[in-house]
């Protein structure tokens, strides 16, 4: 009921920049936290950021503080990460969460994940 599409991965020198974007599709309502998770290679996933519906963000990841930012258009059900200033240890596939969302029929439904994106910084 609720499909998630990530774009904007790519392979970028590190210094460089990336936009990821995340599209929510499907009887959406309303969405309350967006999230966006990494997983490197022989790692276990991490939470990177969230923002909620009013915009409050926070980043999980202190390595990641003051490069990278989280935003959302809540028209859109979309959130973004903006990632600036990459070093070779962002390397993963990230990818975008959505713990829960209210339908318009007025469920609320849980956990929903995009396919992940690949973001490889090279040194």
Do not use: H
Request: with cysteine; hydrophobic share 35%; net charge positive.
């Amino acid at each position: 009921q609720v499909q998630l599409v990530e774009s904007g991965g790519g392979l970028v020198q590190a210094g460089g920049s990336l936009r990821l974007s995340c599209a929510a599709s499907g009887s959406i309502f309303s969405i309350n936290t967006m999230a966006w998770y990494r997983q490197a290679p022989g790692k276990q996933r991490e939470l990177v950021a969230t923002i909620t519906s009013n915009g409050r963000t926070n980043y999980a990841v202190d390595s990641v503080k003051g490069r990278f930012t989280i935003s959302r258009d809540n028209a859109k059900s979309t959130v973004s990460l903006q990632m600036d200033s990459l070093k070779p240890e962002d390397t993963a596939v990230y990818y975008c969460n959505v713990p829960s969302v209210t339908t318009t029929g007025g469920l609320r439904l849980t956990d929903y994940w995009g396919q992940g994106t690949q973001v490889t910084v090279s040194s």
